[in-house]
């Protein structure tokens, strides 16, 4: 990617490094955010699996508005003809099976690529780290994992959520986790009057993350777009409601009356969806209850690698694969 970086079709390109090493590999695999990762199996002809999170337009929108205007000229004219046709090539690729990491996505790619995907596999948790501890909980505490800097995940909402029910006079914290830089939102927490109200948290490992969750009352998702919303799912595997926008991913998973509840894009309407959960404690219960079992019967480890070990069967037929033998 440091060659021309500003042509960023030439980054997927399958160069002789690459073409050497593909050689050399029985299994072709692509784990990546859009499916343009895959595009040198494609364009060499080999069968691969691809587990893809969003199409390559979605996931990169917010970032093109930060471009300078020769670099969104020179996207438009150049960089997005070309990706989107290279998209095209990876999701209709004969030998191809993609694997879509949540419905929402299956049904993006699939608009994308004018055929059905192959299948969804939603990101496993490890319900060994992540599971209910209702002691733990602090009534009023809400909170959200994620690159909170990134500008798809429209935190901004979620403070403004939080100023309005300060306002109010409920009792709310809020914690974030996922940036380095601590002091990011420090002035924009001024300017709304809520910096004793929030803190936030660096980049956390699983454990040290888990115990943060387990701590909430409610996780809240403010995003602008999610392919799916792993720690929403972590978060819930810990027995945490979930109140989100109408974002993509969590769309599959938040369910009005069983895990949480789905809102518009708008403070107000934010705010009222938390402070209707915190303020209802045997309604938080049992939403705290059907958001883990949601986990447990869609996305636990089990369930991911036998979805897992059916299609790379189904891309690698003749392939003997340690495990098949066992669905």
């Known amino acids: 990617g440091s060659w021309l970086p500003e042509l960023e079709f030439t980054h997927y390109l399958p160069r002789r490094a690459w073409r050497d090493r593909i050689a050399s ?5 692509s784990v990546t955010g859009n499916p343009l990762c895959a595009l040198p199996y494609a364009r060499l002809g080999l069968p691969f699996l691809a587990w893809v999170a969003t199409p390559w337009e979605a996931d990169r929108a917010n970032r093109v508005r930060s471009f300078s205007l020769p670099r969104r000229l020179l996207d438009r004219g150049v960089n997005g003809p070309v990706l989107r046709r290279l998209e095209r090539q990876v999701l209709r690729a004969p030998e191809g099976r993609i694997l879509a990491l949540s419905q ?7 608009a994308v690529a004018k055929r059905p995907m192959d ?5 496993p948790v490890d319900g060994a780290t992540f ?11 809400i909170g959200f994992a994620g690159r909170f800097g990134d500008p798809r995940k429209n935190i901004d909402l979620l403070l403004r959520a939080v100023q309005l029910l300060q306002q109010r006079g409920a009792p709310v914290e809020l914690h974030l986790a996922g940036e380095k830089d601590l002091t990011l939102l420090s002035p924009r927490l001024q300017e709304l009057g809520i910096e004793a109200r929030v ?13 943060l969750l387990q701590t909430l009352d409610v996780f809240v998702i403010p995003s602008h777009q999610e392919g799916l919303c ?13 109140v989100s926008s109408r974002c993509g991913g969590p769309e599959q998973f938040v369910l009005e009356g069983q895990t949480g509840q789905l809102v518009a894009s708008e403070p107000q309407a934010m705010a009222g969806a938390i402070a209707t959960i915190a303020g209802d404690r045997p309604g938080r219960q049992r939403l705290a209850q059907g958001a883990a079992q949601w ?23 003749n392939l003997a694969l340690p495990g098949a033998e066992a669905l």
Do not use: K
């Open 25 to 29: 590999c029985q299994l072709h695999l």
């Open 104 to 110: 929402y996505t299956a049904d993006a790619l699939a």
């Open 119 to 123: 299948a969804v596999m939603l990101m």
């Open 131 to 141: 599971r209910p501890e209702p002691a733990a909980v602090v009534p009023w505490r």
């Open 199 to 211: 803190r936030c948290h660096p980049p956390l490992e699983p454990p040290e993350l888990a115990r």
């Open 230 to 242: 792993i720690a929403a799912l972590e978060a819930m595997a810990c027995g945490v409601p979930v």
């Open 295 to 317: 986990v447990a019967d869609h996305a636990s480890t089990a369930a991911a690698r036998a979805n897992f070990l059916r299609q790379l069967q189904a891309a690698w037929p």
